[in-house]
Antibody, heavy 121, light 110 residues
Framework: EVQLVESGGGLVQPDWSRRLSCVAS????????MHWVRQAPGKGLEWVSG????????GYADSVKGRFTISRENAKNSLYLQMSSLRAEDTALYYC???????????????WGKGTTVTVS | QSALTQPASVSGSPGQSITISCTAT?????????VSWYQQHPGRAPKLMIY???KRPSGVSNRFSGSKSVSTASLTISGLQGEDEADYYC??????????FGGGTKLTVL
């Protein structure tokens, strides 16, 4: 069974930094792209960032470009999101999401973790 | 404002069919062939229901189907059941190397 378990969320002050982690199991992590998607309280889904299978290509939403950095360690089946210069509007539940192909573009997102909550206040 | 527009809410009675639309309002979604649909129950993570406009993952009921006409994708749920009550989101890849979600549609089963 594919499982994605996020961690690292919590309460953080504005302008501070935080790193989220996601540990994957149940599939060959290094063969697939990965994403971070967030959901503000009571709001819809927002794609945050994606990374290809070998970290060669990354992409970011305009709202986080220059502040967030996505990375992965295939040997540890782990995905990360380094968030800096955090703002109140970054408050959300952050989901780790598996891509269905090697690149984060074109291939849909198929399996979602349960998320980790970041509160900026 | 999202490049994908969905109705805020739809409703239907058990056994009926409903359709949720997702209209591309930006040329960034290109030919609009990378459309997916996700179901989200309250307090739960989203679940993939349809991908590439009309393909259904294994394990998803065949009561769920997807289609597209020009710039509007649609999710149809037939034989509506109480467990279908949830929020539904469409998603598409864009030409700006990013993904976009629609604002979401709340489905109420009367």
């Amino acid at each position: 069974e594919v499982q994605l378990v996020e961690s690292g969320g919590g309460l953080v002050q504005p302008d501070w930094s935080r790193r989220l982690s996601c540990v994957a199991s149940g599939f060959t992590f290094g063969d697939y792209a990965m994403h971070w998607v967030r959901q503000a309280p009571g709001k819809g889904l927002e794609w945050v960032s994606g990374i290809s299978w070998n970290s060669g290509i990354t992409g970011y939403a305009d709202s986080v470009k220059g502040r967030f950095t996505i990375s992965r360690e295939n040997a540890k089946n782990s995905l990360y999101l380094q968030m800096s210069s955090l703002r109140a509007e970054d408050t959300a539940l952050y989901y780790c999401v598996k891509g269905s192909g090697m690149t984060y573009y074109y291939y849909h997102m198929d399996v979602w973790g349960k998320g980790t909550t970041v509160t900026v206040s | 404002q999202s490049a994908l527009t969905q109705p805020a809410s739809v409703s239907g009675s058990p056994g009926q069919s409903i359709t949720i639309s997702c209209t591309a309002t930006s040329s960034d979604v290109g030919d609009y062939v990378y459309v997916s649909w996700y179901q989200q129950h309250p307090g739960r993570a989203p679940k993939l229901m349809i991908y590439d406009v009309s393909k259904r993952p294994s394990g998803v009921s065949n009561r769920f189907s997807g289609s597209k006409s020009v710039s509007t994708a649609s999710l149809t749920i037939s034989g509506l059941q109480g467990e279908d009550e949830a929020d539904y989101y469409c998603s598409s890849y864009t030409s700006t190397a990013s993904w976009v979600f629609g604002g979401g549609t709340k489905l109420t089963v009367l």
